[in-house]
């Protein structure tokens, strides 16, 4: 049965299970949730300009919201495209760079997505029609997520090239062509180290 995987018959959640977790750890979630926003519900992306971590941490019925709210939003993706051919890419949003960057600073996860989401945005602004970007950094700072980091930008580019969504010469990458609409767009590897290096 190890490494047999079926799709749940119903999600429990308890919310008290939140009240143990560090502030670190909330805030590292809401990576995940402005992810969401950022591909799928321009709504939901207004609904965290509006409010605040403070607002939504403090209130059960919020976090209650927010918590069925992207869990709605992930079965649908997976749901309809289970073994990633199609929609479920769009879940990597802001990954790509992340999971290079967790794997040489041993950054928290959260943290390594709000880097690569910005670091999307960026290239979204660039190779397709979004205009954006600072609107998003702007969220993920609010929610007390880094946006600029150093980091050895060769290194990080030599993990990206090793990366389970490239195609022989490119790299399927996650893009914004507006809030609420992720894409997939295939970045040859050398613009995108040319794109990595003007981090």
Request: hydrophobic residues 40%; charged residues 30%.
């Amino acid at each position: 049965m190890v490494g047999t995987i079926r799709q749940p018959s119903f999600l429990l959640y308890d919310y008290s299970f939140l009240n143990t977790l560090p502030e670190d750890e909330w805030i590292n979630g809401f990576a995940e949730i402005i992810k969401h926003a950022c591909i799928k519900d321009a709504a939901l992306f207004k609904q965290l300009e509006q409010s605040s971590f403070k607002k939504i941490s403090g209130s059960k019925k919020l976090v209650g919201d927010l918590v069925e709210r992207n869990a709605r939003i992930k079965t649908k993706v997976v749901q309809q495209d289970e073994f990633e051919k199609g929609d479920r890419r769009l879940l990597n949003f802001g990954h790509t760079l992340a999971h290079a960057l967790e794997n040489l600073y041993q950054l928290p996860h959260g943290r390594a997505v709000s880097l690569g989401i910005t670091a999307a945005c960026e290239f979204s602004q660039a190779l397709s029609t979004f205009k954006d970007a600072q609107k998003v950094i702007d969220v993920l700072d609010k929610y007390g997520l880094p946006t600029d980091a150093e980091f050895v930008k060769r290194k990080v580019f030599e993990i990206l090239r090793k990366d389970k969504k490239k195609e022989k010469d490119s790299i399927n990458y996650v893009l914004l062509q507006k809030i609420g609409k992720g894409i997939v767009q295939k970045i040859p590897i050398k613009q995108l180290e040319q794109f990595i290096n003007q981090l």
